[in-house]
Nanobody, 122 residues
């Protein structure tokens, strides 16, 4: 099993910054891709950013390009989302996602964190 534990959410004023962290633990053999999704109240969950392992292609949703940065510390199995110039429209529950191969398995499976609330308001 794999556990993803998120932290770093909270209340911030418009124009402010937050950094989300997501630590993965468990019987992890390999991580294919890590990413962040968000779900605002009454809306569908959407992909914010993701980063394949060892790859140079990082995806950002158009709405966060130039403001958010995804990064990863492979030694710690931790992925980060640095969010700058936050806007009220960024208010949502943010979920960490990782596609992981675990010990004893030949397949990759997606795993999700529990979510962390980000509220942007004055």
């Amino acid at each position: 099993q794999v556990q993803l534990v998120e932290s770093g959410g909270g209340l911030v004023q418009p124009g402010g910054s937050l950094r989300l962290s997501c630590a993965a633990s468990g019987s992890i053999i390999s991580i294919l891709v890590t990413g962040w999704y968000r779900q605002a109240s009454g809306k569908q969950r959407e992909l914010v950013a993701n980063q394949p392992t060892g790859g140079s292609t990082i995806y950002y949703a158009d709405s966060v390009k130039g403001r958010f940065t995804i990064s990863r510390d492979n030694a710690k199995n931790t992925v980060y989302l640095q969010m700058n110039s936050l806007e009220p429209e960024d208010t949502a529950v943010y979920y960490c996602n990782a596609v992981v191969q675990t010990s004893g398995s030949t397949f990759y499976k997606p795993y999700w964190g529990q979510g962390t609330q980000v509220t942007v308001s004055s």
